[in-house]
């Protein structure tokens, strides 16, 4: 069977993921790496970091460790895990992406200035509003920063329609600070930032626009992965059939394979290559092989190999 295949340039890995996956590797060196929680959403990376001697463990196993060495992976971490690393006298490996870094740093800041006598005016005393997966380890690592003191917010898809998820625990007459999980959907975001501005305005009894000043929304998705949205549903677009490559457990993959399907209903999201089915495809269609940012470069070229040698 003749079939054009081709690998869409921007997926794969983010710098993020690159930058942690690269450090975990030079620190391997023949011998075993901790790291808590699983560096990357994929499996069969995961395994093949395991045979490099990469273990991974959780923070109730890294709590009764002491002397060693735990890489923190992109995700980022709450500043307990600090705590636990120092009084247990662990080294730690910190692969925080520097984007997650800096969001962190600014909840932290935001919280601590709307919390203080002297806040920023009409957002002083306000609430913190997180938009991202509920129980991801980025947005943990968020919650971390202000102890908790948040509210997550996230779109629920069920059928044809949506709900918000943690608008019911918003307090409209407050002022709110809304920030994003780095890889979280921009439309997702903007749709939860105007129904949030909708129950404000009705709460103060004012207009929509009259309402924008009792919000401060957050630019905080990642420039790398918003501009893949968009990217990937052009690439989606132009293909007869897509094959979408990533973990089960990527949360990053979900968003971007249902990006994929609304383009082109001839999208199939695929773990491995041994997921292929060959009735997917006729004579002289063109393939797009495409991925999530926890995808490696090497499963993409995997991938297209398989379906070339259909």
Known sequence: ME???????????CNGVIRAVETAEANLDGKELYSLGAIVHNNAELERLRHKGLVVIDIEMMKKMSDTTVLIRAHGEPPQTYRIAQEKNIRLIDCTCP????????????YDQINSADGDGELSGGQIVIFGKEGHAEVNGLVGQVNGDAVITDVIHSGDGYSIKGISEMEFTKPIYIFSQTTKDPQE???????????????????????EKYIKIHDTICRQVAQRHSNLVEFAKSKSVIVFVSGKESSNGKVLYELCKSANPHSYHIQDTSQIEKEWFKEGDSVGICGATSTPKWQLDQAAAFVMGL
């Open 3 to 13: 079939l054009h295949v081709e690998i869409d340039k921007g997926s794969g890995f």
């Open 99 to 110: 984007v997650v870094l800096k969001l962190q740093e600014r909840i932290k800041k935001t």
């Open 189 to 211: 975001y903007a749709l939860v930032c105007s129904v949030i501005k909708e129950k404000i305005a009705m709460a103060k009894g004012c207009t929509a626009e009259e309402a």
